[in-house]
């Protein structure tokens, strides 16, 4: 459970300085309020019915009447008896909605992503307040740095709200691998995991992979367009990694060619780990973006 994941010792996340601690408040509940009545336009409606709180749980072997689904024969123990038997299931198990957020430097450096990663989760917060169903939040970049246990209700959204509005990382880098493998071993239960990251990061694939085995992972790529001005094409941009400060030349003519190719590789390498990727520009409105999701991916009726 995220309460019981280990903080590195003396190195716990650290929070703005008390001079903006008024402003911040009122930041986070103008943050709560708007996610809540966002989240009650619709959105919770369609978040409940793709992403359940609860999960199916083995009952029982029943012998198989007519008109029972097919799909439920146990096969096995129906060989064993000479009888067939179907399994029969009960809505029991409880799936916690833990939101992680990268908070590496890469994309606590740039405004706009900041601000997406903060309205994003706390509207997926917002749709588990009103489901009733029990959700935590958690900060990442080289390593765990803030884990809020889980809870219900009005006030655990105020709970997410303020540590996204206050949230100071300590560290610059990202390692989605290692706090992948850090939720596979404290992590017993099933859970839904829903990971904000702006994937600036490699090596994370086969540690994603195993945590699908076990966990519905839901990937939020939170991105920005590619610069759309008339440059030229022979300019060369001097740029520099906010993580590492390492400082590199890119040719002009480049950035509209790798753009595209790297989101087309990023969601084809998540989608094969067996989770599922979700874009959310910068640029575009965050609910029509994620009502547009939830349609796309809507599970046929049976």
């Known amino acids: 459970m995220p309460s019981?994941?280990?903080?590195?010792?003396?190195?716990?996340?650290?929070?703005?300085?008390?001079?903006?601690?008024?402003?911040?408040?009122?930041?986070?509940?103008?943050?709560?309020?708007?996610?809540?009545?966002?989240?009650?336009?619709?959105?919770?409606?369609?978040?409940?019915?793709?992403?359940?709180?609860?999960?199916?749980?083995?009952?029982?072997?029943?012998?198989?009447?007519?008109?029972?689904?097919?799909?439920?024969?146990?096969?096995?123990?129906?060989?064993?008896?000479?009888?067939?038997?179907?399994?029969?299931?009960?809505?029991?198990?409880?799936?916690?909605?833990?939101?992680?957020?990268?908070?590496?430097?890469?994309?606590?450096?740039?405004?706009?992503?900041?601000?997406?990663?903060?309205?994003?989760?706390?509207?997926?917060?917002?749709?588990?307040?009103?489901?009733?169903?029990?959700?935590?939040?958690?900060?990442?970049?080289?390593?765990?740095?803030?884990?809020?246990?889980?809870?219900?209700?009005?006030?655990?959204?105020?709970?997410?709200?303020?540590?996204?509005?206050?949230?100071?990382?300590?560290?610059?880098?990202?390692?989605?691998?290692?706090?992948?493998?850090l939720l596979q071993r404290v992590n017993k239960r099933p859970s839904r995991l829903f990971i904000f990251s702006d994937l600036r990061c490699t090596g994370y694939h086969g540690a994603l992979s195993r945590l699908t085995a076990k966990h519905q992972v839901l990937v939020c790529h939170l991105a920005t367009e590619s610069i759309k001005a008339e440059l030229p094409q022979n300019l060369w941009l001097a740029l520099e990694d906010p993580e590492s400060q390492r400082k590199s030349l890119l040719q002009a003519s480049a950035l509209h060619e790798l753009a595209p190719e790297q989101n087309q590789s990023r969601q084809h390498e998540i989608l094969a780990t067996g989770a599922e990727y979700l874009r959310l520009d910068e640029h575009r409105p965050l609910l029509q973006q994620l009502f547009n999701y939830f349609r796309q991916t809507a599970k046929p009726p049976a």
């Open 4 to 181: 019981s994941i280990p903080i590195p010792a003396g190195r716990n996340s650290q929070l703005l300085g008390a001079a903006s601690s008024s402003q911040l408040e009122r930041m986070a509940a103008q943050l709560a309020l708007r996610a809540g009545k966002l989240a009650a336009s619709g959105l919770s409606g369609l978040f409940a019915s793709r992403f359940p709180g609860r999960g199916l749980e083995f009952s029982e072997l029943l012998e198989y009447q007519d008109g029972d689904d097919a799909a439920s024969i146990d096969w096995l123990a129906s060989l064993r008896s000479s009888r067939l038997y179907r399994k029969s299931y009960h809505e029991e198990r409880e799936l916690p909605l833990i939101l992680a957020c990268d908070c590496s430097a890469s994309l606590y450096s740039q405004p706009a992503l900041l601000e997406l990663l903060r309205q994003s989760a706390a509207l997926f917060a917002a749709c588990a307040a009103l489901s009733q169903d029990s959700f935590s939040l958690l900060f990442f970049s080289e390593a765990l740095e803030l884990a809020l246990p889980l809870g219900r209700g009005q006030r655990q959204l105020r709970r997410v709200a303020s540590r996204l509005c206050h949230f100071k990382p300590r560290w610059k880098g990202t390692n989605l691998a290692a706090f992948c493998q």
